[in-house]
């Protein structure tokens, strides 16, 4: 075997479908790089291998007796316990009981620990349980056992590799995607995120040509549409010694909102055409029809000329009409509900709905409550009107209400309907026109279905050093939070300020220099760690104070409860120390305290978040985070308060602040 570098290779990692892409270094030359998509063996019917694009992200746990041996065969493997790809979708559309599904957005869910084994949701006790971590190593390992049967002389493992994750993913789950890459054997691979790979892909493609289309002073909004989640990314053009430069300017919320959404939105429109025909669903057959709804879905996205695509849903009992119910989801349907549930004409000052919570509530994903992406789109550009203040050659007009996009890149699959991708054009150019802006154009030339693996293998190969790199760094100011000393009043906590400890924009691979404040370490005993993160204020250097900001600039992440080591002290010393943040070459942010006077350092990463998952009816699942030591960036947002005690004794007061990580600070 050959450890040469040969291939620069990419993986969408994806909610619904993962892809592997990859481009021969030997034919490579500045921008001309030749990407390729690897077809992906893996089991379309039992006993039955075929080679397909893309990799549905579903994990199908069989029953022992359902599949024999001989029939879960892969190229490289004699017998798989987990079934992956187009046979688990298949199986899991009659027996959803055993489908896992959306694994990708489990990772980033404040309200689990994504180690635990709780997939699928729901299941009766006898149906085996697998982690969201689980689920998305089984997945990786599958693409590395593909790719190194195909090229046994270049195994992926010494080839430079770049796997992709949401652009607004939380720290915690971008280490538990890296963490996973490391478990399957890829320690190699570098984070990127998916819409900054919908671009590579998109300058891949115009081998050069991009520069024609774009221009100084540019804004590229790219609108990507996922499986599981809507990401939103501000991208500038500018010059630097003649040439074009591209930097990534801003990124929008984790939104758990896409195509799974819209599967869910279909089959209700089928489920309500079956009642009217006297048709009733259990629960377990609303989620075989949503998998139904799915693949109709896809197949009148792919077809033009498509009008109708057939739906089955398996059914029981004597009460329903023969062995499975029959329908057809139609196009008009599917354009009809996609439009108007999703991308409706909105204002441009419209904010998301956000509804007040019921009591109770099963278990499961925080998904958006506003189905309506035009509203989250508009609420992004409002907050982002300040993301090019700082840019050369990048303004807007005075008085400006939002950001003014000047080019459109979209990406994902429900953009092969070219009735969304025109929608999205027309929203925002009513937008620009009420704003007295000139109207934006869409990009040409985009792979709405791989762009996002064909992006990641070429910038794969720009890390080498060709090509055309984006600029782009933290998408977050990131802060740690201080309480201030200060005598116990009845029924208000202790103010909080806030110390930036890493920049927006910070570097994949440089260190934050250390702030000049000394803090009080607690080790060897649990303490809590506050972090809170901004997207809109680009300002803060290291080391910033805040004692005052608006709810809409700063989103507290879910703290986390850990014990750091003693090393060579006593368990509950304080120990005087320093803080220093690392944007880490993979794409993950690490935070360190560092004592002062022996150097010292004890990692604070954000790794773990829940520690039990119910197993019946709860409330929201509040984040209740607990970690080990390793991390990035931060998890979702949490209260910014919380009540101290109505009476207190000084004690009692102590105590509460040694818990709290970090002693006041000082000069």
């Not at 919320?253 to 048709?279: F, R, S, T």
């Not at 709905?353 to 109770?360: D, E, I």
């Not at 809109?536 to 879910?558: C, F, K, N, T, Y």
């Amino acid at each position: 075997m050959s450890d040469e570098k040969r291939y620069a290779i990419g993986i969408d990692l994806g909610t619904t479908n993962s892809v592997i892409a990859w481009t021969d270094l030997e034919q490579c030359e500045r921008d001309k790089a030749p990407v390729s998509v690897m077809g992906v063996p893996q089991l379309v019917a039992p006993g039955e291998v075929e080679e397909k694009a893309q990799l549905p992200s579903f994990l199908y746990l069989p029953h022992p007796e359902e599949l024999p041996p001989e029939d879960r065969v892969l190229p490289w493997r004699e017998q798989v316990d987990h079934i992956v790809g187009v046979l688990a979708r298949e199986l899991g559309s009659k027996t959803p009981i055993r489908l896992v599904s959306s694994a990708k957005s489990w990772l980033c869910h404040a309200g689990v620990n994504p180690k635990e084994a709780f997939l699928p949701i729901e299941a009766p006790e006898e149906v085996p349980r697998v982690s969201p971590y689980q689920a998305s190593l089984e997945y990786l390992q599958h693409l590395r056992d593909a790719w190194n049967h195909r090229h046994p002389d270049h195994p992926i493992e010494d080839q430079p590799l770049v796997i992709t994750v949401p652009a607004s993913f939380d720290p915690a789950a971008r280490e538990l995607t890296a963490e996973a890459a490391r478990e399957a054997g890829l320690a190699q691979a570098i984070l990127l995120e998916e819409p900054q790979a919908a671009l590579y892909s998109w300058i891949q493609l115009t081998e050069g040509g991009w520069r024609d289309q774009v221009k100084v002073g540019d804004i590229i909004l790219v609108v990507d549409v996922g499986g599981g989640t809507t990401d939103l990314s501000l991208i500038a053009v500018t010059e630097e010694e003649g040439n074009l430069q591209l930097n990534r300017v801003a990124v929008g919320d984790h939104i758990l909102l896409g195509g799974d959404n819209m599967d869910l939105a279909l089959a209700y429109v089928v489920k309500m055409k079956l009642e009217q025909e006297g048709k009733r669903l259990d629960p377990w057959q609303l989620q075989a029809l949503t998998h139904g709804c799915r693949e109709a879905k896809e197949k009148l996205l792919a077809d033009p000329d498509l009008e109708a695509a057939p739906v089955v849903v398996p059914s029981r009992g004597s009460k329903l009409i023969g062995g499975t119910l029959r329908t057809d989801l139609t196009r008009e349907e599917v354009n009809r509900t996609l439009i108007e549930g999703f991308f409706p004409i909105v204002d441009i000052g419209e904010k998301p709905v956000s509804r007040p919570r019921t009591g109770l509530t099963t278990l499961g994903l925080p998904y958006a409550q506003d189905a309506r992406i035009t509203v989250h789109l508009a609420h992004f550009l409002s907050r982002q009107v300040g993301a090019v203040e700082e840019l050369e050659g990048v303004s807007l007009p005075e008085g400006a209400n939002f950001i003014h996009p000047s080019a459109i890149l979209l990406n994902g699959g429900v953009f092969n309907a070219d009735i969304l991708a025109q929608r999205i054009l027309e929203v925002v150019n009513h937008w620009l026109e009420a704003d007295g802006a000139p109207p934006a154009r869409l990009l040409e030339g985009a792979d709405l279905d791989l762009a996002v693996a064909r992006g990641a293998a070429y910038y794969s190969y720009v890390r080498l050093g060709g090509g055309v790199r984006i600029r782009g760094g933290t998408a977050a100011a990131y802060y740690v939070g201080v309480e201030s000393a200060m005598p116990a009043v009845p029924g208000f906590p202790p103010p909080i300020r806030l110390l930036c400890v890493a920049p927006f924009g910070m570097e994949e691979g440089t260190e934050a220099p250390l702030p000049p404040y000394e803090f009080g370490l607690v080790v060897g005993e649990p303490v809590r760690f506050r972090f809170f993160a901004s997207t809109v204020r680009r300002e803060d250097p290291v080391g910033a104070l805040l004692d005052q900001w608006s709810e809409d600039e700063i989103q507290e992440l879910a703290e986390i409860e850990i014990t750091l080591p003693p090393e060579n002290h006593h368990p509950g010393e304080v120990v005087p120390v320093q803080l220093a943040a690392t944007y880490t070459e993979v794409g993950t942010l690490r935070l360190e305290a560092v004592a002062k006077e022996t150097g010292e350092r004890w990692k604070v990463e954000f790794e773990v978040r829940g520690k039990e998952i119910p197993q019946s009816a709860v409330s929201e699942p509040a984040p209740a985070p607990a970690a080990e030591a390793e991390t990035e960036t931060p998890p979702q947002a949490a209260p910014v308060t919380e009540e101290a005690p109505a009476e207190e004794t000084e004690e009692e007061r102590a105590e509460r602040e040694r818990k709290a990580g970090f002693w006041p600070f000082k000069k």
